[in-house]
């Protein structure tokens, strides 16, 4: 059997296995499919060899060949190499060290208002100005930056997901395989209203319909697709000339997530709220599956360190008044 149909057909057993305890491992399948090809394309018939998953790991599109990336890729390879020893005893597990370690979390784009203000602006401004294209990208932005989606959450919404008379939305068996109801801002819902409407003056609607639609040719009325998205995401970041103030080299969509439970932590803080007792509630609406999740997308974030430290020499001062 030649090494691209074992391979191939061992990733499925692993990924199946490994699902069936509730795991979803998409960015593991698309890492061991892109494996198991690179050793097809490279004619290597033997067994999975620690210098053919060097070779693999040191691949990236962006040809930078940074140790992180290769660091990044072994740790999601080295689980699925120790399971394939059972069946093929010569399996070699590459050392986790070979590329360092693998760097810790990295801090994200926290945007402004201004900023998202100005994104969906630029979004509006798209051409053919007024069009359905350009309320799609505008309303999926801003509903994004607004209740804190993944990409893939905002996607995947059907039309009979978005309640507008309830003004919230059904997020089904998203990633954590677990479905959630968020209620939204009125203005939020506004905007949801309005893009509806036009959508469904273009384009056929049934309950079935994806709420964010392909608006061009053949893609007209089918599901917007994330590739899609994301390349026009980075034309309207490059227009508009932003420059990265987290650490992954660029703004992303994703950052916008981040951003709304900075700033609404940052809100709490400002109402007097007890955060510690709120951070069940914002983890609940993110769909995290543990608390420490959502606390772990607040680490690191200037915004929220220079209001800890406030805090904290308040706290100070106060305990030193008292000393006197």
């Given at each position: 059997m030649n090494t691209r149909t074992y391979l191939q057909a061992k990733v499925d057993d692993y990924l199946a296995e490994r699902r069936q305890l509730g795991f979803e491992l998409r960015s593991m399948e698309y890492a061991l499919t892109s494996l198991a090809s690179f050793a097809a394309s490279s004619g290597h018939e033997r067994a999975?060899?620690?210098?053919?998953?060097?070779e693999w790991a040191r691949l990236d599109k962006k040809q930078s060949h940074l140790p992180a990336t290769g660091a990044r890729r072994i740790e999601v390879v080295r689980p699925f190499a120790r399971w394939l020893c059972q069946f093929e005893p010569l399996t070699?597990?590459?050392?986790?060290?070979?590329?360092?370690?693998?760097p810790g979390r990295v801090a994200p784009h926290i945007y402004r208002e201004d900023?998202?203000?100005a994104l969906m602006g630029a979004a509006r401004d798209m051409e053919p100005k007024g069009s359905l294209r350009s309320a799609t990208f505008e309303t999926l932005f801003g509903l994004i930056a607004s209740a804190g989606l993944r990409v893939s959450e905002a996607l995947a919404l059907l039309d009979s997901d978005v309640d507008l008379k309830d003004g919230a939305l059904t997020v089904r068996l998203s990633k954590c395989k677990k479905s959630r109801w968020l209620?939204?801002?009125?203005s939020t819902v506004l905007a949801l209203a309005r893009y509806r409407e036009l959508r469904s003056r273009q384009v056929p609607t049934t309950t079935e319909t994806h709420f964010f639609v392909g608006t061009r040719g053949r893609l007209l009325g089918q599901p917007l697709g994330d590739r899609q998205v994301h390349r026009v995401f980075r034309e309207l970041s490059d227009k508009l000339g932003w420059i990265d103030r987290g650490c992954h080299g660029e703004p992303r969509i994703h950052d916008l997530r981040h951003t709304f439970a900075v700033r609404r932590v940052m809100l709490w803080h400002a109402q007097g709220i007890?955060?510690?007792?709120?951070?069940?509630?914002?983890?609940?609406?993110?769909g995290h599956a543990k608390i420490s999740k959502t606390y772990?997308?607040?680490?690191?974030?200037?915004?929220l360190v220079a209001l800890a430290g406030a805090k904290f020499?308040?706290?100070?001062?106060?305990?030193?008044?008292?000393?006197?």
């Open positions: 999975l060899t620690a210098e053919l998953m060097t070699e597990v590459l050392d986790e060290s070979a590329f360092g370690p693998v900023e998202i203000v209620p939204l801002h009125p007890n955060v510690d007792e709120a951070m069940l509630s914002l983890s609940t609406y993110l772990w997308y607040l680490t690191g974030v200037p915004e020499e308040h706290y100070a001062q106060a305990a030193e008044a008292g000393d006197e």
